[in-house]
Each structure stands twice: as C-alpha cells, then as structure tokens.
C-alpha cells in the first residue's frame, strides 16, 4: 500500500457489542460510572447508544451484532483511571466480572481486566501522571497569584525576549516542581469590559479603565503547602528592575463551603472541572 495522507485528527467511537443493550446500558453508566452521550432510534426501530468517561472525546457505542457476528470479544478498550488498585476493590466488592487478579509490574502502569455482561473483555489502566498528582496534591491549599497593571502594561507594550526568557525559565521551574496549575498574561483594559449590575440588570462599560496599579496583567494559580510557602515561591518571580507588585490569594476548597457544598453539588462541579479540563486540552491542541 501507497503512503498517504489523511486529516483524521482523532477516534470518536469504538463499538461493542451487546445483546441487550439496556442491560449494558446499566453496566456501563451504572457500574464503570460512564454518561450517556446519545440514546436514540434510527431506521427500523434500531437503537444507537453512546457513552463516554465525562469530558472525554471519544464514545462506546452499545451496538446490537450483526447475525453471526460474536460477543465475548477482547474489545482492546483500555479505561483510564487515576486509582486501579481502589477501582478494582470497588468492582470485585459490587459483583463485576473481573479477570484475574490486579496486575503490577515494574514500570508499567497498574491494570486489570474485566468482562461486561456479555462477556466483551474491557481494561482498566492507572493513568500514572494523573494519579500522581492527585496524590502529591493532596493536602496542598489552592492560590491565585495576581500581577497588578502598571502605566507600561496598560499602553500594551510587549515584554522583550530577555524578559520572556526569564519568565519561561521560572515558570518551569513551578510546572516541574508540582506548583504551578495555570498562568496567563492578560491584554491591557482598553481590550477588555466592565460589566455592572443593578437589580439584577446589567451595565456595560468599556475599557480603558483608569488608575493602573488597580487592575490585574496577569495570573499564576499554583498549589503550596501554605501561604508562607506561596510567598516563598513567588518571591523568585522576575519581574524586572521596576517597580512591580503581585498579589496572592488562596482559593475556596469544597471543605471550606461546609454542609452548604451538598454531594450533588460536588458531584456536579466535579464533572464541570472534567469538562473544563476537556476544553483545555481542546484548545491547547
């Protein structure tokens, strides 16, 4: 075969199949915790079911075999999860079908196998970078580290290569040291709004905005073990021979809402920050 080129950019579905798909329906978003994409009939009254871990790109599709065509498949479907050891507990202790034992060799991310019930082999594998960071931030409070304007950042003046060689440098070091979760420059206030409220009505003003050292050009949201240790961090920030002032703010954790914070509303927010997460990576692609 010839050498080509494609535009395929990604895998959007893979397909098991299932004899009832209700039944599977209830292993996949019941038992594995996956959400139900689309759940619809087309020609002839036949069923076309999708799911997907939440925030996820692509779907398995609950597909009814074609006559003579096999279930009990390998479907070479591997699950990510940031905990296989925990997952593996929670599905042998709900009566899933599992395959073996929990398996762990060095260098290799922990797996184990386990059947649908129409016996389609599925993997679940520990997502090593996601689990570790989990862990490591356990524990780590949440801040919000605010560069504020000054009459250079408001005329839109752009930093110079020295400048951004610093800053690059810096923050690798937050990103390898497990501290920096996000950071941005913002453009002056002359490219952005205000908006007001008044009894529930809105009022929009347009920049620029006056009084310079009141306004924000930038962020880092970064994780320490306390304020003392955000202060540390943040102290090695090169910010030029000027004068320049940031400002840190720790961040609401859900403990901190109290009985308030119901479960649901963590569940809910929780598949948020997934789907959120989901259009990052989107964009950075």
């Known amino acids: 075969m010839s050498e080509t080129s494609t535009r395929i950019t990604g895998v959007r579905t893979v397909s098991v199949p299932v004899t009832d798909q ?52 390998d479907t070479g479907i591997r699950l990510l999860t940031t905990d296989a050891e925990a997952d593996y507990d929670a599905l042998k202790a709900g009566g899933a079908v599992i395959e073996g034992e929990l398996m762990r060799w060095p260098n290799v991310p922990a797996m184990f196998m386990l059947r649908d019930p129409d016996g389609n082999l599925l993997r679940v594998i520990e997502d090593e970078v996601e689990s570790g ?27 110079d290569e020295r400048s951004l ?48 050292y009141q306004l924000v050009a930038g962020y880092w949201m970064i994780q320490a073990e306390s304020l003392d240790e955000a202060i540390d961090l943040m102290s090695r920030a090169p910010m030029g021979e000027g004068v320049a002032e940031i400002e840190i703010r720790q961040v609401f954790d859900d403990e901190d809402f109290g009985e308030a914070f119901t479960p649901e509303l963590r569940e809910r927010e929780e598949r948020q920050r997934v789907k959120m997460e989901h259009n990052a990576r989107r964009r950075a692609a």
């Not at 780590?140 to 930093?159: Q, W």
């Not at 950071?183 to 905005?209: C, D, K, M, Q, Y």
């Open 133 to 159: 960071s989990s862990q490591e931030a356990a524990g780590r409070k949440r801040f919000v580290v605010l560069v504020k304007s000054d009459a250079r950042t408001e005329s839109g003046a752009m930093p």
């Open 165 to 212: 060689s610093d800053m690059t440098r810096f923050n690798e070091e937050l990103v390898d040291s497990g501290h920096m979760l996000a950071g941005e420059g913002l453009h002056p206030s002359s490219n952005g709004a205000r908006i007001s409220f008044s009894g529930g009505a809105p009022a929009v003003t347009r920049g620029p905005f006056g009084e310079p």
């Open 22 to 73: 209700d039944r599977a329906l209830e292993f996949y978003r019941d038992t594995l915790g996956l959400e139900t994409r689309m759940d619809a009939t087309f020609g002839g009254g036949q069923r076309w079911i999708e799911l997907a871990a939440p925030g996820a790109p692509t779907t398995i599709a609950l597909a009814q075999p074609a006559p003579g065509e096999p279930v009990g498949i």
